[in-house]
């Protein structure tokens, strides 16, 4: 394989995949390919070009990843034969999504050339001390250098894993339901501490599905994705995040870099 020009969508909720796949890129251009990074939340499918090679990176979220890159993914054009690789980065295990997102490239007519899983510091439920933290990120860059390689060399592989893949993606969309059930979404939203706030609407800016508007304060609607953006960027902490344990929260960088 001879890849010449990469375009490589992404979705990154506190950092660590936009961490990823910059260092990509960066050992694309080092290497003569014409690598470009478009956030999924600002793109549409049908724009894809498919005379380029397409790279699709995200976090793994409840065993595979977020309702709307789901809907990216699946709304991308039929394809004569493009090339497709993709990426994720995860706190431990997925399983629901490396074989059936090549299931479903496939049947589109893409060719499937790589898979690869990145270990990254949590962003939820547990977050660990800054050193730990940093040294996941060190590692991480290192085997998303080396997979960058295998793309460009043609050594790079994507597996498939038939029947529990398929079984844990099943769980999955089980569990991307649950989320997004009404009585769990106002039940179990972010809520903003209004004493804290002093309305510079960096949440509502982050938001990748526009779930949060903006008034004298913050106000968060029914269709949260719970990509930890809100309550971890937030300058103030004014998002207690009552989903991880002491309320501490974990980012990569800062959010006038994620805007970017």
Known sequence: MSMKNVDLYYFSGTGNTRLVVERMVEIFGKNGVDAALKKIEDSRPEDVDLDHTLGIGFPVA??????????????????????????????????????????????????PIGACEIVMPLNIFYIQDRAVCDEKVKKGLQRAEKYAYALIEGKSQWGRVPILSDAMKTVSMGGLKLAAWGPHQRYLKFRVNQSLCNGCGTCADLCPVGNIKMDEHPVTGDNCQYCMRCASFCPRGAIPCFINYRGKTYAAMKPGEMLK
């Open 62 to 111: 409840i065993l595979s990843t977020y309702s709307f890159v789901w809907d990216f993914i699946n709304a991308l054009p039929e394809s004569p034969g493009t090339e497709v690789f993709m990426l994720d980065t995860l706190g431990g295990y997925s399983g629901g999504i490396v074989g059936p997102l090549r299931n479903i490239l496939e049947k589109k007519g893409y060719k």
